[in-house]
């Protein structure tokens, strides 16, 4: 009788879960809609602190704070909000690290309230909305909004081109480019050690160590010299996890196109840079970037505008690439990409069923094109009121190929120019009797809010001339100190706008 019992229960509770399993994936399935949200962009640029505002402020709207007003407006319904709640999702059982919110938040309630700390290493947040639903669909009861977003190294993004790229090609395009005249006192040193290097050589690893520091040392001083931001491999700016492992011990090297033997030095680089492109596909790319529905580029136009030439050009050709490997993913299965050639060397029957196999994978492999797409030029903050359309027109010309690249696609694309964080005031500025419009913000601890003129920002097209006036770095202004306990939302400029061209239409 007491086996008969226990085998009753058993029978049971394996009914009830299974029922409560079929209820939990019905629920999902009629009331959760689940998307990816992509924060991207280059390094500085901002992402952190996009999503610890973007998070607040969901939050404190939530809560019945009117801290997103497009947002606030497109979830009225006869003066009531349809929001019931915004609320974290606990981690669970990811295998990457959780984005620390609550650390960042409090970083900014702090009576010395300082910027987040630059990004070192993936993390993910992911984020409900609970949503009332409208009309006759009110009977159904809320559905929820899930945002899974995710923040990592800016500089890792900058790899996504590589991946199509063998070690010539990087090669040649690298050094062409470490060959630009203007450069030349930040890259001579390294171009006349490679120069002395010929691919099949033996290898010698205190060579390649010294080669690989080199160039390390190259990218750092074209970064702090002229502000560049598409410097590859991202991680030799960033390693993250990988630390120092042998196979990012590599550099660019001409002559590695043809065969080498084993135990050469371009056999060696060659080898290290197929392992890098494996490590980095399997454990960021083909895992966390596959799948977005949503995307934010942020763009930080007037960092670049103001580095000079160099820098506007550099950002402006990262931004593309970028966002042509996005839209179409990466790898020759996926985009079409073979090795120049080598179909035609098949036999006919055989070239025929491996043309048709590539076809069906191709397919079948195709990323799911993204919805929409923002662009957004970030740290508007640092420009008066009057002149943000011309940064915004500004931001449009920059984006202009990048724009196309995505819009094949019949993605949705739009333009915005937004803080995050707001941490000026519009003033106005007496000069030579004269009223100028400016910003003005407090650069350091304890100190005075000082004011800040961007000058005239180019609309569009950037004539030579611009190029001629000294370059300078903007101001870093100390964000404002928020309420310890975040519920008031945090004070931005158009991060409503953003969010509800981006995710508006879910709401």
Same mark, same amino acid.
């Given at each position: 009788?007491?086996?008969?019992?226990?085998?009753?229960?058993?029978?049971?509770?394996?009914?009830?879960?299974?029922?409560?399993?079929?209820?939990?994936?019905?629920?999902?399935?009629?009331?959760?809609?689940?998307?990816?949200?992509?924060?991207?962009?280059?390094? =500085?640029?901002?992402?952190?602190?996009?999503?610890?505002?973007?998070?607040?402020?969901?939050?404190?709207?939530?809560?019945?704070?009117?801290?997103?007003? /497009?947002?606030?407006?497109?979830?009225?319904?006869?003066?009531?909000?349809?929001?019931?709640?915004?609320?974290?999702?606990?981690?669970?059982?990811?295998?990457? &690290?959780?984005?620390?919110?609550?650390?960042?938040?409090?970083?900014?309630? =702090?009576?010395?309230?300082?910027?987040?700390?630059?990004?070192?290493?993936?993390?993910?947040?992911?984020?409900? /909305?609970?949503?009332?639903?409208?009309?006759?669909?009110?009977?159904?009861?809320?559905?929820?909004?899930?945002? #899974?977003?995710? $923040?990592?190294?800016?500089?890792?993004?900058?790899?996504?081109?590589?991946? #199509?790229?063998?070690?010539?090609?990087?090669?040649?395009?690298?050094?062409?480019?470490?060959?630009?005249?203007?450069?030349?006192?930040?890259?001579?040193?390294?171009?006349? @050690?490679?120069?002395?290097?010929?691919?099949?050589?033996?290898?010698?690893?205190?060579?390649?160590?010294?080669?690989?520091?080199?160039?390390?040392?190259?990218?750092?001083?074209?970064?702090?010299?002229?502000?560049?931001?598409?410097?590859?491999?991202?991680?030799?700016?960033?390693?993250? &996890?990988?630390? #120092?492992?042998?196979?990012?011990?590599?550099?660019?090297?001409?002559?590695?196109?043809?065969?080498?033997?084993?135990?050469?030095?371009?056999?060696?680089?060659?080898?290290?840079?197929?392992?890098?492109?494996?490590?980095?596909?399997?454990?960021?790319?083909?895992?966390?970037?596959?799948?977005?529905? =949503?995307?934010?580029?942020?763009?930080?136009?007037?960092?670049?505008?103001?580095?000079?030439?160099?820098?506007? #050009?550099?950002?402006?050709?990262?931004?593309?690439?970028?966002?042509?490997?996005?839209?179409?993913?990466?790898?020759?299965?996926? =985009?079409?990409?073979?090795?120049?050639?080598?179909?035609?060397?098949?036999?006919? *029957?055989?070239?025929?069923?491996?043309?048709?196999?590539?076809?069906?994978?191709?397919?079948?492999?195709?990323?799911?094109?993204?919805?929409?797409?923002?662009?957004?030029?970030?740290?508007?903050?640092?420009? *008066?009121?009057?002149?943000?359309?011309? /940064?915004?027109?500004?931001?449009?010309?920059?984006?202009?190929?990048?724009?196309?690249?995505?819009?094949? $696609?019949?993605?949705?694309?739009?333009?915005?120019?937004?803080?995050?964080?707001?941490?000026?005031?519009?003033?106005?500025?007496?000069?030579?009797?004269?009223?100028?419009?400016?910003?003005?913000?407090?650069?350091?601890?304890?100190?005075?809010?000082?004011?800040?003129?961007?000058?005239?920002? *180019?609309?569009?097209?950037? *004539?030579?001339? @611009?190029?001629?006036?000294?370059?300078?770095?903007?101001?870093?202004?100390?964000?404002?100190?928020?309420?310890?306990?975040?519920?008031?939302?945090?004070?931005?400029?158009?991060?409503?706008?953003?969010?509800?061209?981006?995710?508006?239409?879910?709401?």
């Amino acid at each position: 009788m007491t086996q008969d019992r226990s085998l009753g229960r058993w029978l049971w509770t394996g009914v009830r879960n299974i029922a409560s399993g079929v209820s939990d994936n019905l629920d999902t399935a009629f009331n959760e809609q689940r998307i990816r949200l992509a924060v991207t962009g280059l390094s =500085r640029s901002g992402k952190t602190v996009f999503i610890t505002s973007m998070i607040q402020n969901l939050i404190a709207l939530g809560q019945g704070r009117d801290t997103l007003p /497009l947002v606030t407006r497109r979830l009225d319904s006869n003066g009531r909000s349809r929001l019931r709640r915004v609320t974290i999702d606990p981690a669970g059982v990811q295998t990457i &690290p959780y984005f620390d919110f609550q650390t960042k938040l409090q970083a900014l309630a =702090r009576a010395d309230a300082s910027w987040p700390p630059r990004t070192e290493d993936l993390s993910e947040i992911s984020i409900t /909305l609970e949503i009332e639903r409208e009309g006759l669909g009110q009977k159904l009861g809320a559905r929820r909004v899930r945002m #899974d977003i995710l $923040d990592y190294p800016g500089e890792w993004l900058l790899d996504l081109p590589l991946l #199509d790229l063998s070690h010539a090609a990087w090669s040649e395009d690298t050094l062409e480019r470490l060959r630009t005249p203007d450069m030349l006192p930040q890259t001579g040193k390294f171009l006349e @050690f490679v120069r002395g290097l010929s691919p099949d050589g033996p290898v010698d690893e205190a060579t390649v160590r010294r080669g690989h520091a080199l160039y390390k040392e190259t990218l750092s001083a074209l970064r702090n010299s002229f502000g560049l931001r598409y410097l590859q491999p991202g991680r030799f700016l960033c390693p993250g &996890p990988f630390g #120092d492992a042998p196979f990012l011990w590599f550099f660019p090297m001409a002559g590695t196109d043809g065969p080498l033997p084993h135990g050469s030095i371009g056999r060696l680089l060659l080898d290290r840079f197929e392992t890098y492109k494996r490590e980095i596909r399997a454990n960021f790319f083909d895992t966390y970037f596959k799948s977005f529905d =949503r995307q934010i580029m942020l763009v930080d136009v007037l960092g670049c505008l103001y580095a000079g030439k160099l820098a506007f #050009d550099d950002t402006a050709a990262a931004i593309h690439d970028l966002a042509v490997v996005l839209r179409d993913g990466w790898g020759s299965w996926a =985009r079409g990409r073979r090795p120049e050639g080598w179909l035609s060397d098949l036999p006919w *029957p055989l070239s025929l069923s491996v043309n048709a196999a590539s076809y069906v994978v191709s397919t079948l492999a195709r990323n799911k094109p993204v919805d929409r797409v923002a662009f957004v030029a970030t740290k508007a903050d640092h420009v *008066p009121e009057l002149d943000r359309q011309a /940064l915004k027109s500004l931001l449009s010309h920059l984006a202009k190929s990048a724009a196309g690249a995505i819009e094949a $696609d019949r993605a949705k694309v739009s333009y915005h120019v937004a803080a995050s964080i707001r941490s000026t005031e519009d003033v106005t500025l007496q000069i030579d009797g004269r009223p100028m419009r400016a910003v003005q913000g407090v650069l350091t601890p304890g100190g005075r809010a000082r004011p800040f003129s961007p000058g005239q920002i *180019p609309a569009a097209e950037i *004539p030579d001339y @611009f190029w001629d006036a000294a370059y300078f770095e903007l101001p870093d202004f100390l964000p404002p100190r928020i309420n310890p306990r975040g519920n008031e939302g945090i004070r931005h400029l158009a991060l409503d706008e953003v969010l509800d061209a981006v995710i508006g239409d879910l709401l």
